[in-house]
């Protein structure tokens, strides 16, 4: 079956754009969570969202933000982009998002701020 | 919050030989759950292995096992028979239910294979 499948692979913007980044679970999946990973913090939770209510917030500012789908499929936004935001953006699908279950990771957006 | 360390940046091991690599954590749950993934150049993170903490017996998948002391707040990986497939970035994770249920990952063990 598909796996967790993040649009765009790579994407370069520019300080003060917005950005969109897309996550397609693996079907049946109804709880998606981003993480943000940078050499220098390495992995952090961003949010997760579970049957398209927001379940779950990390401590990022309120420029990022991101939605569910009735289809589980997930976005998340970045808004006046910043250079720290240059990072890898990944997205983790699960069946039901409790703490024993599995998460199936995609290969991530990697976002570059210029 | 709770903290994942992994003390080692980076590990290198000959192939087919036996490679451990160290994490530790640090949480006052009694309800939770440990991983390892591996995350090669694709960019994938790709679960190895899963612990649970009301387990007693060490788990095991393949040549992959864990070393889990409970009491030392200890998580170890044991990789066996190297292959050069398993160069990696290795990440040591923690979750519970009673703190979102979201991962906390360690900072990563980079493994290199040597033929």
């Known amino acids: 079956k598909a796996g967790v499948t993040q649009t765009p692979r790579y994407l370069i913007k520019t300080r003060g754009q917005q950005v969109t980044l897309s996550c397609s679970p693996i079907s049946g999946h109804r709880s998606v969570s981003w993480y943000q990973q940078t050499p220098g913090q390495g992995l952090q939770f961003l949010f997760e969202?579970?049957?398209?209510?927001?379940?779950n917030k990390g401590n990022f500012p309120g420029r990022f933000s991101g939605r569910q789908f009735s289809n589980s499929r997930s976005e998340m936004n970045v808004s006046t982009l910043e250079l720290g935001d240059s990072a890898l953006y990944l997205c983790?699908?699960?069946?039901?998002?409790?703490?024993?279950?599995?998460?199936?990771f995609g290969s991530g957006t990697r976002l570059t701020v210029v | 919050a709770q903290t994942v360390t992994q003390s080692q940046p980076e590990m290198s091991v000959q192939e087919a030989e036996t490679v451990t690599l160290s994490c530790t954590y640090d949480?006052?749950?009694?309800?939770?759950?440990l991983f390892w993934y591996k995350q090669p150049p694709s960019r994938q993170m790709i679960l190895v292995i899963r612990q649970e903490a009301y387990k007693q017996q060490n788990a095991t998948e393949n040549r992959f096992s864990v070393n889990f002391q409970k009491a030392a707040k200890s998580f170890s990986l044991k990789i066996s028979d190297s292959q050069l497939g398993d160069a990696a970035m290795y990440f040591c994770?923690?979750?519970?239910?009673?703190?979102?249920?979201?991962?906390?990952f360690g900072t990563g063990t980079s493994l290199t294979v040597i033929p």
């Open positions: 969202y579970f049957s398209e209510t927001q379940r």
């Open positions: 994770a923690y979750r519970s239910p009673n703190t979102g249920n979201q991962f906390y």
């Open positions: 949480t006052s749950e009694s309800d939770y759950y």
């Open positions: 983790a699908s699960s069946l039901t998002g409790k703490a024993n279950y599995g998460y199936t």
